[in-house]
């Protein structure tokens, strides 16, 4: 969490600043600040809050210079005070740096240091200054790197020093860090979307590496100075797809955006003709892949409901048991891997520091370990041997809508894969792929709908709590909808399946607790029905997703979104998406903050 950005070239570097800014407040919005170097003197503003207010006080500011540095916060160590919002200066008020990532020693270190050094705030960032302060000798490059031999931690860094007033010097350790590059200029932050309107030419940094960049070159180096090379890669992604486009909110624009990126999701991967599925960068040999005993699943929120549809998918058209750990848990439990495991972390993000973890863990036992990632050059992306970017585009909203619905997608490709090898016919491939290619025209007709469910969510607004309900394939479907109502109107939402509720959740029900259930025409319809019938029963308010011409819905429920039916397999891609508009309508007709939800942050980089 937390978002750093900096510029270095000929251009007011302020604008530029605050922009970026904005495309990293998913990252964090406790507090925000920059810092500029003019003159050889260095200026810093801060706020507490979103960016917003701190681009209210650069207004009756004078700060200008075309190098500076800037970050928005989610706090970890101090609270949400303007003294604890970055960039930290030294004491000497000399050198000032952006920090994302937690310095583990921070009290060890700050004891050493408390004799020659004054702490005005509670923050291991301010210790890290000091301590690159400690070792400066006139070269800011040599002092970060000998200051971070002495870290314990994470970090991803940007400093500047005004006794050098033409260099910025970044190092990475487990906080993600990208260069922009455009030609003399030169852009770094914590991703790529602050600097996709200047460039697209990138390098990611990777992990122990430092990088100095001064009058319009830029060198990258180790902890031990010694010179590294590095590869320049080109970004896919456009400014405009990290734009609003006319809607009111990220997170409607990202739902909106579901039928289009799950066609690029599924392009070039499919094969009707053989009824498969080919995801080159499996990087497996069919000898491997049939030697697969069994699949792991790791992710953390939104993305570990994905993983839950994507057991489905693996252990239906593949029959390889399929598990799905939350990554926070896995390598405490010290799971059972070996090399006939087959492991896929799955992340927007890939930063996602538990998920990460997992991975390492798994690699460590000699799994093969594989991605499904949204963050093109992301840590996740780059530390698995091989998986398969999901292709939503940048996604901004801090709930998850789009990328969740691609995770589904690439995990039954990759399901489809294993299954064509291993047990299904070409014929059962290609109806899948078939009703695979029908989704997007579906997904269009549910977005239709979107004033019907807005008004089913102001007949609700009121409710202080929900229970969603699903059965087989739609139980994550219900959670995930849950999931999507708490994280952004503050509802209180359950999520149970729904054959579970005799066996207590029941007691909860009463008419100023409303159900929300999913019953649709799969195997489980019967069942989900008495299910509803049950509940229904108890004088509770129920709001169906039903498929279309399904009449016995309307006599169950006070209210029926109509959904147009598909494979159970593939159901999810369509049943989620009423359930995030509503969510979506619900926090509008609350007036809270879509996009940016309390306490929350998109990219979640601590454990
Ligand atoms: C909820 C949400 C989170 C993320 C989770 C994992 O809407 O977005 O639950 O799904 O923090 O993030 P990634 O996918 O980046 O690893």
Redesign the pocket.
């Known amino acids: 969490m937390c978002g750093i950005v900096a510029y270095i070239g000929n251009k007011p570097a302020l604008p530029i600043l605050i922009k970026g800014l904005r495309r990293l407040e998913y990252r964090g919005y406790d507090s925000a600040g920059v810092a500029l170097m003019c003159d050889r003197k260095i200026e810093r503003l801060r706020s507490v809050g979103k960016i917003e207010n701190l681009e209210e006080k650069t207004k009756d500011s004078c700060l200008s210079g075309n190098i500076g540095i800037a970050h928005t916060r989610w706090a970890t160590h101090g609270g949400v005070t303007e003294e604890n919002a970055h960039p930290h200066f030294s004491t000497s008020g000399k050198l000032v740096i952006v920090h994302n990532g937690i310095i583990e020693n921070y009290r060890e270190l700050r004891e050493k240091l408390k004799e020659k050094f004054e702490f005005k705030s509670e923050t291991d960032t301010e210790v890290l200054v000091n301590l690159i302060e400690s070792h400066y000798d006139g070269d800011l490059r040599l002092a970060v790197e000998k200051a971070l031999l002495h870290v314990r931690g994470t970090y991803g860094l940007v400093a500047m020093h005004s006794d050098e007033p033409d260099k910025l010097v970044a190092a990475r350790l487990g906080s993600p860090l990208v260069v922009g590059i455009d030609e003399d200029e030169f852009y770094i932050a914590s991703d790529a979307t602050p600097m996709l309107a200047y460039t697209k030419k990138v390098i990611f940094l990777e992990d122990g590496e430092v990088v100095e960049i001064s009058n319009g070159k830029m060198e990258t180096f180790n902890l031990k100075d010694e010179s590294v090379t590095k590869c320049v890669e080109e970004i896919e992604w456009d400014d405009e797809q990290a734009e609003k486009q006319g809607y009111d909110h990220f997170m409607l624009k990202e739902i909106y955006d579901q039928p289009t990126v799950f066609e690029d999701a599924i392009r070039g991967r499919i094969n009707m003709g053989d009824g498969t599925a080919h995801l080159g960068g499996l990087n497996m040999t069919d000898d491997e892949m049939r030697g697969i005993e069994r699949i792991i699943l790791i992710?953390?929120?939104?993305?570990s409901y994905a993983a839950m549809i994507g057991k489905y998918a693996f252990e239906r058209l593949a029959g390889i048991p399929t598990e799905v750990d939350v990554a926070s848990e896995f390598r405490y439990r010290d799971p059972i891997v070996n090399d006939k495991t087959l492991v896929f972390a799955?992340?927007?993000?890939?930063?996602?520091a538990d998920?990460l973890a997992a991975v390492r863990e798994a690699k460590r036992k000699g799994a093969f370990v594989r991605g499904v990632v949204n963050v093109v050059g992301s840590t996740i992306a780059r530390e698995t041997d091989g998986g398969s970017y999901i292709h939503a585009g940048p996604e901004l909203a801090?709930?998850?809508t789009k990328?969740y619905t691609n995770m589904v997608a690439i995990m039954t490709l990759y399901a489809l894969q294993f299954g064509r090898l291993k047990r299904i016919t070409p014929a059962t491939g290609q109806r899948l792929i078939k009703a695979l290619l029908e989704i997007p025209e579906k997904m269009n007709s549910i977005l239709k709908q979107t004033d019907e469910i807005k008004k089913i969510a102001e007949k609700y607004k009121d409710s202080r709590d929900f229970m969603y309900l699903g059965r087989g394939i739609n139980f994550p479907v219900a959670l995930e909808g849950s999931?999507?109502l708490k994280?952004i109107s503050y509802i209180h939402a359950e999520a149970y399946p729904a054959g579970e509720m005799k066996h207590g959740p029941i007691a909860l029900l009463s008419p100023e607790f409303p159900v929300f259930a999913l019953m649709t025409k799969n195997q489980l319809y019967e069942k989900t029905r008495s299910n509803i019938e049950e509940v229904r029963a108890r004088d509770t308010k129920v709001i169906l997703i039903a498929n279309e011409g399904d009449e016995n819905a309307k006599e169950l429920a006070d209210d029926v979104i109509y959904i147009p039916p598909t494979m159970e397999l593939l159901e999810p891609l369509l049943n989620t998406i009423p359930l995030q508009i509503f969510a979506y309508h619900m926090a509008v007709l609350l007036e809270k903050d879509v996009d940016r939800p309390r306490n929350l942050a998109?990219?979640?980089t601590v454990e």
């Open positions: 992710a953390c929120g939104t993305a799955i992340s927007q993000s890939g930063e996602t998920t801090v709930a998850s990328a999931l999507k994280e998109k990219s979640v």
